[in-house]
């Protein structure tokens, strides 16, 4: 199995034609520590903005 078909890129928010450079070994070592980008940023939008909504709640 290739590391495309292991870890699809494309969660970690790269496109179709971005080509790994490394070794098979190395993306999945790599690929098995990193963070999905786009969902790391829907999280911490989420977040500001329950934390805002929290704050106009305590000052009405």
Do not use: W
């Amino acid at each position: 199995m290739t590391s495309e078909t292991c870890y699809p890129i494309r969660c970690f928010g790269y496109t179709d034609t971005f080509r790994i450079p490394v070794s098979n070994t190395q993306a999945y070592k790599l690929f098995s520590q990193a963070s999905v980008v786009p969902l790391v940023e829907y999280a911490a939008k989420l977040m500001v903005s329950q934390h805002n909504l929290g704050e106009k709640a305590q000052t009405v």
